[in-house]
């Protein structure tokens, strides 16, 4: 059945207001391509690539690979610098992004998995981040241990005051660099680090939860997927359990070596 068939029919309750947003940000992202092309310098050019990069890393081998699924320890400045990192993506807290992860695990495949690949890759990647929680999701939630989450302190303090570190980390620091440093149009440091970043690294994370349709994956191959490529930038630089290599899934569909 094509993903069309499978998605005809059915009814979504959209979270307009989140839509509305996102096509907001997508338009003006177009923009920042327009003017990361036509008018940046170098330098915002380069920087435009390793901010997106540094922000995928909170993502990838933060979010995903060190909170969700636990899959190795770091040191501590490496968990603030992951924490810092995914701030910097604007996509929400790292304790909420990691329930709604473990909620897609525990359930993969299944109408609970808020993220269900087997509805097609256009339900997985858009629909399911445009419509509103489901009245089952408080009671999944409530089956997912997140004890290890509420005692991090790094996810701790990021879930209290994550408006105050976006603002200052995802929004002003970042977009004021450009202008500060080697004198770029705030206009274009404004579209390209601000809306283009925030863009694209938005399909980032909804990119981890699709992968399983893009790729055919399988849950246990997932951690095996493109992006392990990004832990091995800090395999220097984090502490991992001997028994590394060895993947296995607890009863709550964690992901743990």
Same mark, same amino acid.
């Given at each position: $059945?094509?993903?069309?068939?499978?998605?005809?029919?059915?009814?979504?309750?959209?979270?307009?207001?989140?839509?509305?947003?996102?096509?907001?940000? *997508?338009?003006?992202?177009?923009?920042?391509?327009? @003017?990361?092309?036509?008018?940046?310098?170098?330098?915002?050019?380069?920087?435009?690539?390793?901010? $997106?990069?540094?922000?995928?890393?909170?993502? =990838?081998?933060?979010? %995903?690979?060190?909170?969700?699924?636990?899959?190795?320890?770091?040191?501590?400045?490496?968990?603030?610098?992951? $924490?810092?990192? %995914?701030?910097? =993506?604007?996509?929400?807290?790292?304790?909420?992004?990691?329930?709604?992860?473990?909620?897609?695990?525990?359930?993969?495949?299944?109408?609970?998995?808020?993220?269900?690949?087997?509805?097609?890759?256009?339900?997985? %990647?858009?629909?399911?981040?445009?419509?509103?929680?489901?009245?089952?999701?408080?009671?999944?939630?409530?089956?997912?241990?997140?004890?290890?989450?509420?005692?991090?302190?790094?996810?701790?303090?990021?879930?209290?005051?994550?408006?105050?570190?976006?603002?200052?980390?995802? !929004? !002003?620091?970042?977009?004021?660099?450009?202008?500060? *440093?080697?004198?770029?149009?705030?206009?274009?440091?404004?579209?390209?680090?601000?809306?283009?970043?925030?863009?694209?690294?938005?399909?980032?994370?909804?990119?981890?939860?699709?992968?399983?349709?893009?790729?055919?994956?399988?849950? @246990?191959?997932?951690?095996?997927?493109?992006?392990? =490529? *990004? !832990?091995? !930038?800090?395999?220097?630089?984090? %502490?991992?359990?001997?028994?590394?290599?060895?993947?296995?899934?607890?009863? @709550?569909?964690?992901?743990?070596?």
């Amino acid at each position: $059945m094509s993903e069309q068939g499978k998605i005809e029919g059915e009814k979504f309750n959209i979270h307009w207001p989140w839509v509305l947003w996102c096509i907001y940000l *997508y338009i003006l992202g177009v923009y920042g391509i327009y @003017q990361l092309i036509t008018c940046s310098m170098w330098l915002t050019i380069i920087y435009a690539i390793m901010i $997106m990069l540094f922000g995928s890393l909170g993502l =990838t081998i933060g979010a %995903h690979r060190l909170w969700a699924h636990r899959t190795y320890d770091a040191k501590w400045y490496i968990k603030l610098i992951l $924490m810092l990192a %995914h701030t910097l =993506t604007g996509v929400g807290s790292i304790h909420d992004w990691v329930l709604a992860h473990r909620i897609h695990h525990k359930f993969h495949g299944t109408d609970k998995d808020p993220y269900n690949h087997n509805r097609g890759f256009l339900y997985s %990647h858009i629909i399911s981040n445009f419509t509103k929680k489901s009245a089952d999701y408080d009671k999944l939630a409530k089956i997912i241990d997140m004890r290890d989450m509420e005692s991090d302190i790094y996810v701790w303090f990021q879930n209290k005051f994550y408006i105050p570190l976006f603002i200052i980390f995802g !929004l !002003l620091l970042p977009i004021n660099a450009p202008a500060e *440093y080697w004198g770029e149009s705030i206009v274009t440091s404004f579209f390209v680090i601000g809306f283009l970043r925030l863009a694209v690294l938005l399909n980032v994370s909804w990119l981890i939860n699709s992968a399983t349709h893009i790729w055919s994956l399988k849950p @246990q191959d997932k951690l095996k997927s493109i992006f392990d =490529t *990004y !832990l091995l !930038l800090f395999k220097l630089f984090v %502490h991992r359990p001997q028994n590394h290599g060895t993947v296995v899934i607890d009863r @709550q569909g964690i992901y743990v070596q």
